[in-house]
């Protein structure tokens, strides 16, 4: 079964300084796709950014990037010049499908990322 | 907004009862996700739906049950409820059948709370 694991269970960073978090996966398929959601306050889930495995280049969305090692099925999420609106839960997530419209989408257990002003 | 949606947005009952959580996609996406989040805890994945079928499994309870109905809204029941399921469900949706990177686009939950 894959699985999703995020080892930092909370990070914190200085506001306009960049940050890391870091996500890994397990799986024996050779196509996936990798997602990167936030969960403010609020509790809605929203989504930062994506990749699709066979893509070897790194996604980028404005100050958001990921760092994809598929060989290690490491997918890191660095923020950029962070702001104090990034402070947030941070999921890691990973789907993959089967047959017939099968999708499984697993989410990791979610990294606290607080923004100090 | 998503396009998702989700009712109740909050709902509280006693241990031993039997709630309906409902969900309408967003327009236009088959497949319907579920998922399970306890306080301060990941999104368990519960289970997956495309285009009325169940596809995919996860960690669902044996007292929980879900179905799609044909026009594409979802519905999780749970029974014999105990505090332990007390959370926030989540219902996602998207486009389906080979999504890829599309986005699964998550309704606001509903917070069940068991007393």
């Known amino acids: 079964a894959q699985t999703v694991t995020q080892s930092q269970p909370e990070m914190s960073v200085q506001e306009a300084e960049t940050v890391t978090l870091s996500c890994t996966y397990d799986?024996?398929?050779?196509?996936?796709?990798l997602f990167w959601y936030k969960q403010p306050p609020s509790r809605q889930m929203i989504l930062v950014i994506r990749?699709?495995?066979?893509?070897?280049q790194n996604a980028t969305e404005n100050r958001f990037s990921v760092n994809f090692q598929k060989a290690a099925k490491s997918f890191s999420l660095k923020i950029s010049d962070s702001q104090l609106g990034d402070a947030a839960m941070y999921f890691c997530?990973?789907?993959?499908?089967?047959?017939?419209?099968?999708?499984?989408?697993?989410f990791g257990k979610g990294t606290k990322l607080t923004v100090n002003p | 907004d998503s396009g998702v949606t989700q009712t109740p947005k909050h709902l509280i009952t006693a241990t031993g009862q039997r709630v309906t959580l409902r969900c309408s996609p967003r327009?236009?996406?088959?497949?319907v996700y579920w998922y399970q989040q306890s306080l301060d805890q990941g999104l368990q994945f519960l289970i997956q739906?495309?285009?009325?079928?169940?596809?995919a499994k996860g960690n669902i309870l044996e007292r929980f049950s879900a179905q799609q109905f044909p026009d594409l809204h979802s519905e999780l029941n749970l029974s014999s409820l105990e505090l332990g399921d007390s959370a926030l469900y989540f219902c996602?949706?998207?486009?389906?059948?080979?999504?890829?990177?599309?986005?699964?686009?998550f309704g606001q939950g509903t917070r069940l709370t068991v007393v």
């Open positions: 996602a949706s998207s486009v389906g059948l080979v999504s890829g990177l599309a986005e699964a686009f």
């Open positions: 799986t024996s398929e050779s196509d996936y796709y």
């Open positions: 990749q699709e495995a066979y893509k070897q």
């Open positions: 997530a990973y789907r993959s499908e089967g047959q017939g419209g099968s999708e499984k989408l697993v």
């Open positions: 327009s236009g996406d088959l497949s």
């Open positions: 739906y495309y285009n009325g079928e169940e596809r």
